[in-house]
């Protein structure tokens, strides 16, 4: 009986003492933390940022898109912000769609970083296209705002003109002013309605130097430019050449007439400007050393009216304005030693008689603070204010000799319609190099372009004053206003520019 009860109390001295092995072996009182692995990716995560709960996305936008031939551009990007995280790509997204993502085309960037970045973007389709940046960090994908690129043309931009609902633009798609085409846009969207060739002819190095509307027309004046030299192959507006007149359907874009005016001359832009009243043409050009004309013609190109020079004096350049039972022509006279003057001269719609020339702007010695320097005055715009009567825009140059011309001041010059006296001259410092290339006006005010200063503007022209300016950013070569836009050609540019009249903001 004695050994019984001893192995019973072992039983129960080892199940105490195996209880309170289980138990003990914490010094710790509180609960247990538990430590989650460390995200490397594998989970669906990006890695990397470890600890940082403030991650956000990307922010992008597109600057600009520039095009820099017929199916090239370069888009300019901003990456603003890196939602305080890794960055890991970047790049543009493109189609015929808007809001293009991964599974349109893509162009990517590779120098990832925070800030302005540039793609160079080739063989892009044709049409209107849309644009859209993709960035990528730690926090995933994210994409800016759709950008639309549209009023692609197939060539460098010429001048232009509007029906009201579309615009017609000339387009050169050669060196030397080669393979001139007329392409109809609309105004509504930028799409090309069509697009044809400007000459019958092969190889001809043709300029447009006026292209205007009328009556479901258009009328273009081209120069066939001549060789400086004999088996010279640069074609110079300057040297003067073959004057063609030209006339299309609007339509269709079709040539219905293709005819020559004059053997040699040459014909500054906006050489061609109609009477809607008469539904007739004029034109100016010059020929030889200076000799200039102003001529009338019907919509079929028949000559029908000529002036010839302005002066006994040589002239040059021209710019005509069709007033109410008038014609307004502007030039420059050389009066020799260097001095040149700007005339205008209001004449009889049949061109037969001048009812008054004037010689507006009498500078003469106030720029000789140019040493050997004179003034050459030259008109490069005229249009016809509200009240009748005319605005001449141009410049002051100074020079010493052909080669050595210097922009020096730019002016608006208003002349009186009944009297021709100059009642108002708006040439203040800030229009230093301005040079008013075109000059605008509607019910809504008055606009410009400056040619040296690549802008365009709103004049205050009562108040002396511009109301905007913005930059182009390109060469300017010419301008047309239509409904509330302002429509600009680029040299060296395959776009036309469009901008707001109201604000002077660029719409692409």
């Excluded at 349109?104 to 990832?112: N, P, R």
């Excluded at 080669?178 to 392409?183: K, R």
Aim: charged letters at 20%; one cysteine or more; hydrophobic letters at 35%.
């Amino acid at each position: 009986m004695k050994r019984k009860r001893v192995s019973f109390l072992m039983v129960v001295l080892l199940a105490l003492l195996l209880a309170a092995g289980c138990s003990g072996g914490s010094s710790s009182s509180g609960p247990s933390t538990v430590v989650p692995p460390k995200d490397d990716g594998s989970n669906g995560g990006e890695g990397g940022d470890e600890g940082d709960e403030s991650k956000t996305l990307a922010k992008i936008e597109i600057v600009s898109i520039e095009m820099t031939g017929p199916s090239s551009v370069v888009v300019y990007c901003n990456t603003t912000d890196d939602g305080n995280g890794e960055l890991k790509e970047m790049g543009v997204c493109y189609g015929t769609s808007a809001d293009p993502d991964m599974s349109d085309s893509y162009e990517k960037y590779y120098d990832v970083h925070l800030g302005e970045f540039f793609l160079d973007i080739a063989n892009i389709p044709s049409g209107i296209l849309h644009f859209r940046p993709r960035v990528v960090n730690s926090a995933g994908e994210s994409y800016g705002k759709d950008a639309i690129l549209s009023w692609r043309t197939s060539g460098i931009t010429g001048l232009t003109t509007s029906d009201g609902e579309n615009l017609y633009v000339a387009i050169n798609k050669g060196e030397h002013n080669g393979d001139l085409y007329l392409a109809k846009m609309r105004q509504s969207d930028g799409d090309m309605v069509w697009e044809k060739p400007a000459s019958t002819a092969a190889d001809r190095y043709d300029e447009c130097r006026g292209i205007t509307y009328l009556n479901g027309s258009i009328f273009m004046i081209v120069v066939e430019n001549m060789p400086m030299f004999p088996g010279d192959t640069a074609q110079l507006p300057i040297n003067g050449g073959i004057i063609w007149f030209k006339k299309f359907n609007a339509e269709t874009g079709e040539i219905e007439i293709e005819k020559i005016i004059k053997d040699n001359g040459s014909v500054l832009n906006g050489g061609i400007v109609p009477d809607t009243s008469t539904e007739m043409l004029y034109m100016g050009y010059c020929t030889g050393a200076g000799a200039e004309y102003i001529i009338q013609l019907d919509q079929d190109s028949n000559i029908l009216n000529g002036a010839g020079k302005m002066t006994p004096m040589e002239t040059f350049s021209c710019k005509i304005v069709v007033g109410p039972d008038c014609v307004y022509w502007t030039g420059n006279i050389m009066l020799g030693g260097g001095y040149n003057r700007l005339y205008a001269v209001k004449m009889s719609k049949d061109l037969s008689t001048r009812l008054w020339q004037e010689r507006p702007w009498p500078y003469g010695s106030q720029y000789l603070e140019f040493g050997d320097r004179n003034d050459v005055d030259i008109p490069y715009s005229a249009i016809l204010l509200p009240s009748g009567n005319l605005l001449v825009g141009g410049t002051i140059s100074a020079f010493a000799s052909v080669l050595d011309i210097g922009i020096t001041h730019s002016a608006l010059v208003e002349f009186d319609s009944e009297t021709g006296n100059v009642v108002n001259v708006f040439d203040d410092d800030s229009l230093e190099e301005s040079l008013f290339a075109d000059l605008m006006q509607d019910e809504d005010g008055l606009y410009s372009i400056g040619l040296y200063t690549d802008t365009v503007n709103k004049i205050n022209f009562a108040e002396k004053r511009f109301e905007w300016e913005t930059s182009c950013n390109q060469d300017i070569q010419s301008a047309t206003l239509s409904g509330d836009m302002i429509y600009v050609s680029c040299h060296n540019s395959c776009q036309i520019k469009l901008f707001n009249k109201f604000t002077g903001d660029p719409l692409n």
